[in-house]
């Protein structure tokens, strides 16, 4: 995310970059789903969900167009530099008393090359990251506002992740797995371990998660080809077995959901977590640019999109139907571990209950490395280096402490995962790639002109739709703090 221009990455088929976009999607956001369904009403919430699908989607081409415009612009100074270069020294040339009309270049403008169909400027061939993207169509407020953004979403990123680990271990080393607790809604005051309440399990769990993972955030993580494969395989065993078990569940009669049809007070929330499930705008740059085949990428971006708000839909309406709304858990896996009605198996409920703890586990120390890497780029000063003891000490320290203080506070994931998607999601979402489209045709128009069409242009090309995301983004943020502020005031 703060990278610049970097190597685009092994090419790859672009159905397997429809499966990457598909794992990348979907992840611990969809685990938060179901309640926050069952909070709003299944019919307000089927709406919401189809309507911030298409406003996810229209983003995203917003986002491609702008890689291609980079790529064009990054082309035409390449070029421009050239030509510079070639005239210095086609002048020290004449100077030697030879003569330059022996040598023939390629002189020929970035506009007639286009025309003439020997090269095509908007190809996504070099890996432009949303931070260099921002850094060549936004002023310097701009760019700054841009990293702020990326920083904000990513400490929500770590206090979910941080909650997530303690309460799935907590739910399983409390014996909540007893096939008589289903029907139970737990306190963080009852016991877990004799005088040991289950508060205090949770921050047990949250401190060796944090003695154990924190140490990664002053050294570099990446995740490996292989781990990526074995979570990618944890993640669709465990989200095929919740559809199916609550579908035969559901088949059986047995299901206990009543969901309202629509519930207005649930709605700021639902907004929140299908905003921030829907996130893959800040990862485009890395998933699109190695797919071999560019030519249908708009296609192959709208079926995956079609593919996930089809299986956020199953996921949470087999969920909703399935169990009683007032049981649900703010990690829907947790559902599964404490009723033996739907399912009997020991292995596979603890498999379950601890499958958010091993995939998010995996991504904690990537994501931490990132937003470090984020906070030195927003503060980097040109041909500078930073003291050791910041660089080293500082820079790690403001990066774990914050969101693992948020999540001794509080271990509410739908709130967390709310209030993160609402907030940064929506800038990342909405805001930065409307803007970045936005000002990277300003930026192309003059030297491209306006004839020359951007092969990777969004559908949605007309300046309409650029003002419709900006307005929407900005009564959601308005609807959604007018909501908490009158939510606290109830209280």
């Known amino acids: 995310m703060a990278g610049g221009i970097t190597d685009t990455g092994e090419?790859?088929?672009?159905?397997?970059?429809?499966?990457?976009?598909?794992?990348?999607?979907?992840?611990?956001?969809?685990?938060?789903?179901?309640?926050?369904?069952?909070?709003?009403?299944?019919?307000?919430?089927?709406?919401?969900?189809?309507?911030?699908a298409f406003m996810s989607y229209m983003t995203t081409t917003f986002v491609i167009e702008a890689m291609a415009a980079a790529n064009a612009q990054l082309r035409w100074k390449r070029r421009e530099q050239e030509e510079t270069d070639y005239s210095d020294s086609t002048s020290e040339y004449s100077d030697d008393g030879m003569d330059p009309s022996r040598s023939e270049p390629e002189t020929k403008p970035i506009l007639s090359v286009q025309r003439s169909g020997h090269a095509d400027h908007f190809d996504i061939v070099e890996r432009v990251e949303m931070g260099q993207m921002a850094s060549m169509f936004f002023n310097k407020v701009g760019v700054n506002m841009f990293y702020i953004c990326i920083i904000v979403y990513l400490y929500g990123d770590l206090a979910i992740y941080a909650a997530a680990v303690p309460i799935s271990l907590m739910e399983v080393a409390c014996g909540n797995h007893s096939c008589s607790a289903g029907s139970v809604k737990f306190n963080d005051t009852d016991a877990c371990w004799g005088p040991v309440t289950r508060g205090d399990a949770y921050r047990v769990f949250l401190s060796v998660f944090t003695l154990l993972l924190g140490p990664f955030t002053f050294f570099n993580a990446q995740k490996t080809k292989y781990l990526q494969i074995l979570t990618s395989l944890m993640r669709w065993i465990a989200f095929t077995m919740m559809i199916v078990l609550a579908l035969i569940r559901i088949g059986k009669g047995r299901g206990e959901g009543r969901p309202p049809v629509a519930n207005l007070y649930g709605v700021p929330n639902l907004f929140g977590v299908c905003v921030y499930s829907f996130m893959c705008q800040h990862s485009l740059p890395s998933l699109v640019t190695p797919i071999s085949e560019k030519k249908r990428?708009?296609?192959?971006?709208?079926?995956?999109?079609?593919?996930?708000?089809?299986?956020?839909?199953?996921?949470?309406?087999?969920?909703?139907?399935?169990?009683?709304?007032?049981?649900?858990?703010?990690?829907?896996?947790?559902?599964?571990?404490?009723?033996?009605?739907?399912?009997?198996?020991?292995?596979?409920?603890?498999?379950?209950?601890?499958?958010?703890?091993?995939?998010?586990?995996?991504?904690?120390?990537?994501?931490?490395?990132?937003?470090?890497?984020?906070?030195?780029?927003?503060?980097?000063?040109?041909?500078?280096?930073?003291?050791?003891?910041?660089?080293?000490?500082?820079?790690?320290?403001?990066?774990?402490?914050?969101?693992?203080?948020?999540?001794?506070?509080?271990?509410?994931?739908?709130?967390?995962?709310?209030?993160?998607?609402?907030?940064?999601?929506?800038?990342?979402?909405?805001?930065?790639?409307?803007?970045?489209?936005?000002?990277?045709?300003?930026?192309?128009?003059p030297v491209m002109g306006r004839d020359c069409v951007n092969k990777h242009q969004s559908p949605f090309h007309h300046a309409f739709w650029v003002w419709f995301v900006l307005l929407w983004a900005a009564s959601c943020l308005m609807f959604v703090t007018a909501n908490i502020i009158l939510t606290d005031t109830r209280k």
């Open 297 to 445: 990428v708009g296609a192959l971006v709208l079926a995956d999109y079609t593919l996930i708000l089809a299986f956020y839909v199953l996921l949470s309406f087999t969920a909703i139907f399935c169990f009683d709304s007032s049981l649900l858990h703010d990690m829907y896996t947790l559902n599964f571990t404490d009723n033996c009605d739907v399912l009997d198996i020991p292995v596979l409920r603890y498999f379950l209950g601890l499958f958010p703890v091993f995939t998010i586990s995996t991504n904690f120390p990537i994501i931490a490395v990132t937003l470090r890497n984020n906070w030195k780029t927003l503060f980097h000063r040109d041909g500078g280096t930073y003291p050791w003891v910041v660089d080293r000490v500082v820079f790690p320290l403001i990066t774990l402490v914050p969101p693992i203080v948020v999540a001794f506070c509080t271990h509410n994931l739908e709130s967390l995962v709310g209030i993160t998607g609402s907030y940064a999601g929506t800038g990342i979402q909405y805001v930065i790639p409307a803007f970045l489209v936005f000002y990277a045709r300003r930026h192309l128009e």
């Open 11 to 52: 090419p790859y088929s672009p159905f397997v970059g429809l499966v990457y976009m598909f794992n990348l999607i979907v992840g611990t956001g969809a685990l938060t789903m179901p309640r926050a369904f069952a909070s709003a009403g299944w019919v307000v919430s089927l709406a919401l969900i189809c309507f911030l």
